[in-house]
Structure formats: C-alpha cells, structure tokens
C-alpha cells in the first residue's frame, strides 16, 4: 500500500524559472489527491506523468493566489477531457463563489459534480474521510485564514497468523472477532488470545502540510511523530525580520517545529525567489533537527511501512 508524496511546486509568491509554485501530488493506496494549485500545476501534473483525471479531492490551504490560481485552469481542463467522475474540493468558504462566478464571466460549464467543504476559521476538524484515510485540517496563523493538513492512515486491520488458523482450528467467526481485537471465549473455558494468535499491526503513517506560516507550538496530539512534516520555509534567519512581517517561517524556525512535534524527518520548501542556493536552508535547519532536507521539484517521497 503506497503512500506518496511528489513536489510539483515548492516556491513562493510568483513562478519562476527554477520554482513553480506550490503544489503536491499525493497517492495514498493507489487513490490520488492534490494539496494546493499554483499556476502551471496542471502541467506539472503533465510533466510527471500522472493521470490528472484520477484525483479525487483538492484541498487549498488558503486564497493567496500562489496556492489556488491555477484551480480554474485545472477544472477547466477537466471538463474538455469529459470527466464525469465526482470532485471534492476542501478549501476556505470564498473559493466557491469565486469558481461560480469565473465559469459565469468565462461562459463556461463544469461537465462534473464538484462538492465543496469549507475548511473553517480558527477551526480544527476532520475534513475528508475515506475507509482508509482521513484528513484534518488545522488552523495555522498566516495574513489570511490558511490551514495545515494531516493525512493520516486509519488503523491497518490485525491479521491472524496462517499457522494459527490452522493450529487452533479456528472457525471464520472466530477469525472475524480476533481481526476486531477481541479475544474468543470458547465453550468449555478455552480462551484464544489476539496477542497469541494476531501478528502486530502495520503502524499508521502520517504526513502533515504546513504552508503557510508563523512558526507555532502547536499542540494537538495527532501532529506529533509524523512520518513527513512538509514545512514552509520561505526565508533564512537573514530575513527572520521579514519573514516575521509576511507570516511566514524561516528554516531554522520550521525545525523547531520538527522537533517539537517529533517528526521523523522534515521537508523544507515555499522558498523566496531571492535566494538561489537551497542547499542553505538545509544547512540552517540541520544545526535544529538533523533530519532536515530541501524540497526537490518532481522528486517522490515515500512513506513506507
């Protein structure tokens, strides 16, 4: 069961050419999703090779335009390629007027059904749910409202050893009730333990999207030991001033919030385009959380069991 994460964008405020702006594949068990649409996504998705028509929701951390102008283009696109198949949108309240009344000026019509869901103000919740999957949008501080997404893995199923099911005779109810957690009582005392007779779980994986903000303490528990914490970095500490001013972070900054969430490993990105060696922001963040590395355009990054 895969879960992935490729850059299609990682700079901030306008395209260059070296930067795209931000924006992320992810297939999470071979089911697709994209985090924020900065111009030119659709042909980054293109460039990549990945089938554009698969994804099945788009979720947009905030309406700066370096996170959501290239939506329109996208749904356009869409539509002249027939989709029919169901999208959700999950994004601040004020992106569906604005898609409504783009179609309305452009005299252009959606060929699918669009489902909005409203990520709200100061708000933590649930915004996206699959048997597999869910993710929750959190609140971070920026000019704008803007939020974080964690997507996180649903606890994998227990699985009983083959040679158990064999030992212990065991009958398809019993497997389906040790699969559930629950010991099976039998008649005459005997009890089957799901510590004797399941193998442990495959942990739940976790990856966290943080752009854009000021650094924070945040505290809910569900963002602590992610696998993957993708953390703006739009400035170095020579500009901590300034990335003060713009809501934004610096690296060293987006690696104490690493360390203070406990991620496994931290991913850097959203840089300014004055800067023209990455490889610093690296450099600064590593001195905070060694386990520190800069955002590659068009580079996978996977979370394995």
């Known amino acids: 069961m895969n879960f992935d994460i490729t850059i299609l964008g990682c700079g901030a405020a306008t395209p260059t050419q070296r930067l795209s702006p931000t924006a992320q594949f992810v297939s999470i068990h071979e089911h697709s999703f994209l985090i924020d649409c900065g111009e030119g996504t659709q042909i980054r998705i293109r460039e990549m090779g990945f089938k554009m028509q698969k994804i099945e929701a788009i979720f947009i951390s905030h309406l700066h335009g370096d996170h959501f102008f290239g939506l329109m283009g996208l749904l356009s696109t869409f539509s002249l390629l027939g989709r029919t198949k169901d999208l959700t949108v999950i994004a601040p309240r004020d992106l569906e007027p604005w898609i409504f009344q783009t179609l309305r000026i452009s005299d252009s019509y959606l060929t699918f059904p669009v489902h909005f869901v409203a990520t709200e103000k100061n708000e933590s919740a649930v915004v996206y749910e699959t048997e597999f999957l869910t993710v929750k949008a959190v609140p971070v ?165």
């Open 141 to 305: 501080k920026h000019r704008i409202a803007c939020h974080a997404f964690l997507f996180a893995e649903k606890p994998h199923p227990l699985k009983v050893k083959k040679y158990c099911i064999q030992d212990y005779q065991l009958g398809i109810e019993e497997i389906v009730k040790l699969k559930r957690g629950e010991d099976v009582i039998r008649e005459g005392g005997e009890v089957i333990r799901v510590s004797s007779v399941c193998e442990e779980p495959q942990p739940q994986r976790k990856y966290f999207f943080c752009s854009d903000t000021l650094p924070l303490k945040l505290k809910d528990a569900d963002l602590f030991n992610v696998d993957l914490l993708y953390h703006e970095s739009t400035f170095l500490d020579d500009h901590i001033e300034r990335a003060a001013h713009t809501f934004h972070s610096t690296a060293r900054q987006a690696a104490q919030v690493a360390n203070h969430l406990q991620a496994k490993k931290l991913l850097l990105g959203h840089f300014s385009a004055r800067y023209h060696d990455l490889s610093l922001f690296a450099t600064e963040a590593q001195l905070e959380f060694a386990e520190s590395e800069v955002a590659k355009e068009g580079s996978t990054y996977s979370i394995s069991l």
